[in-house]
């Protein structure tokens, strides 16, 4: 969905993308073609965990989106070795809808973009429920 969202934007991405500066082989869910930031392409990676997983059911009965921003974090520790001309954002969702701070900020900025190009509105509203079901703020 948030390729498609970059798309609709007019922003072009790919999917899937290897040769970017890691050296264990692992690489990021897409990236854009075109800088997005401070002529930097934004790079992406998306996780959904399983609140009640028995790995996280303690934290998440304590406070709502634990689980999901403890996975961003971890996400964002493992591409840290990405060469500096790329922005990452891990976005971490957890089965209850809840979605880690950081990747619900760079899902609205796509909608935002989404929104510029088609004079909608709704966009973002569109891509954080279709998407993730989450129920933060918009």
């Not at 040769?19 to 992406?44: E, F, I, Y």
């Not at 969702?93 to 909608?120: K, N, W």
Request: glycine share 6%; charged share 20%; net charge neutral.
């Amino acid at each position: 969905m948030i390729h498609r969202a970059l798309i609709k934007a007019e922003t072009p991405a790919v999917k899937e993308l290897s040769g970017l500066c890691r050296n264990d082989g692992k690489r990021p869910d897409g990236m854009t073609l075109v800088p997005w930031q401070s002529a930097h392409s934004a790079t992406r990676d998306v996780t959904v965990v399983h609140t009640q997983a028995a790995s996280y059911v303690s934290q998440s009965s304590i406070q709502a989106g634990s689980a999901a921003a403890a996975t961003s974090d971890r996400k964002s520790v493992k591409y840290t070795s990405l060469c500096p001309s790329y922005l990452f954002f891990p976005v971490a969702v957890e089965t209850l809808g809840t979605m880690a701070e950081e990747g619900h900020g760079s899902t609205r900025a796509i909608g935002r973009r989404v929104t510029f190009s088609s004079a909608d509105t709704r966009e973002t509203a569109f891509l954080l429920s279709a998407d993730f079901c989450c129920s933060s703020e918009i």
